[in-house]
């Protein structure tokens, strides 16, 4: 945020404000020991093909980590946040905190002035 | 939302959540009267191509109301949100505070349950 442009909102992040991604990351926060692809996608409501892709855009940018492995004789795919990926998704929920503020017409929120069931668990 | 994909985010409308536009829009909900492209410009820190195509979008879908007049010899366009606009935007601000509730781990909130700051002016 600078103070001339008070909404161009600079922490969204782009890697993160995709909705599908914002899915991803928001169900993967309050899973600490991670979610299979299967049930990213049930609860996503994404396609493979879709999953995927966003998983690998947010692979690359070091916010979730994914591990293969096998659940018996089949392939079993986890993912879960990187500490650098729980951070960034807190300093991104701040900025949308301010957005809502904004919108509703209150003075900005300073990041300490978040509720602390938004600080990382 | 749906029960199976609690995650799926459906109400982000993509036409609102692109960054830009989420700018555009968060600075007209609270000027009623609307604002001139100059004073957009400063707020979301856009250049006037980067403006002109988002509220081309905005417009196109009936959310943004641009009004061409001039201010002494000077061309002068203003920008206003329209009746649906401010609906459909409160809808979303909805959305993102369950985006919100969702990710701190709190039960879904439904759109009953929003603080009244949030219902249009």
Do not use: W
Not at 51 to 61: D, P, T, W
Not at 87 to 100: A, G, H, P, S, T
């Amino acid at each position: 945020m600078t103070a001339d442009a008070p909404f161009a909102f600079d922490g969204l992040d782009r890697v993160i404000h995709e909705k599908a991604r914002l899915s991803i990351l928001t169900s993967l926060i309050s899973h600490a020991d991670g979610l299979s692809f299967n049930e990213l996608k049930s609860l996503c409501a994404l396609t493979d093909g879709n999953l995927s892709r966003h998983v690998a855009v947010l692979q690359e940018a070091g916010l979730v980590a994914v591990t293969k492995g096998f659940e018996g004789n089949r392939p079993h795919t986890t993912c879960a946040l990187t500490p650098a990926g729980r951070q960034k998704f807190m300093d991104y929920l701040n900025e949308l905190e301010r957005v809502l503020k904004n919108a509703a017409g209150a003075p900005s929120a300073s990041p300490s002035t978040v509720p602390g069931s938004l600080k990382p668990a």
